[in-house]
């Protein structure tokens, strides 16, 4: 079965950066465009980035510049690089793929930014 397995998550700093990883299972990963979301507290989920099977992208504003989203097919993991990281990016983040009419996710990673 499909599989999602967010990491890297922590506390840090504002200003600082970190990496999140997404190892996926289950499906041809190639194929298919991986995400990242957020949903901080008392907030709606909201898309982060998007990698196409194309290696397309799409970022949301409020990262554009900041985050990079990358993918590595032969160890099918999406990744998110987040630097210059704000305590406003102070979320749970989730890896998503879009599949056959179904949205599969991961169990998310809490990414902490504070002084």
């Known amino acids: 079965q499909v599989q999602l397995v967010e990491s890297g998550g922590d506390l840090v700093q504002p200003g600082g950066s970190l990496r999140l990883s997404c190892a996926a299972s289950g499906y041809i990963f190639n194929s298919y465009a991986g995400n990242w979301f957020r949903q901080a507290p008392g907030k709606e989920r909201e898309l982060v980035a998007t990698?196409?099977?194309?290696?397309?992208?799409y970022y949301a504003d409020s990262v554009k510049g900041r985050f990079t989203i990358s993918r590595d097919n032969a160890g099918n993991t999406v990744y998110l690089q987040m630097n210059c990281l704000k305590p406003e990016d102070t979320a749970a983040y989730f890896c998503h793929v879009y599949m056959g009419g179904k949205d599969y996710w991961g169990q998310g990673t809490q990414v902490t930014v504070s002084s």
């Open positions: 990698i196409t099977s194309r290696n397309n992208t």
